[in-house]
């Protein structure tokens, strides 16, 4: 593992603790952030999403994990899904995911 990457992970519940809506939010925003990929990647963003935000379940909790080096890629879309999360009182925790 790399120590160098640092991950945010917007969890799908609210600061209130309300399960966030529309229930599939994170496929929705990691849609909209597929196109964002390292150099030399093959995928198709029309079908797979970025490596650097993509959906997962943690503990019975949708979340989306944000890989920071987004921003090499696009300073901007970085803070567009972090701003995402603040604007909708998401929880957000930096962490790392493991393989």
Do not use: H
Request: aromatic share 10%.
């Amino acid at each position: 593992m790399n120590p160098n990457v640092r991950e945010f992970f917007i969890q799908g519940i609210t600061k209130e603790g309300k399960t966030f809506r529309p229930s599939d939010w994170a496929e929705r925003l990691c849609g909209v952030m597929a196109q964002f990929r390292p150099e030399g990647d093959s995928g198709d963003p029309r079908l797979t999403y970025s490596p650097y935000v993509r959906p997962i379940f943690a503990g019975n909790v949708k979340c989306v994990v944000v890989d920071v080096r987004l921003r090499d890629i696009e300073p901007k879309a970085l803070d567009f899904v972090l701003n995402f999360a603040r604007d909708n009182n998401l929880q957000l925790v930096e962490a790392c995911s493991l393989e």
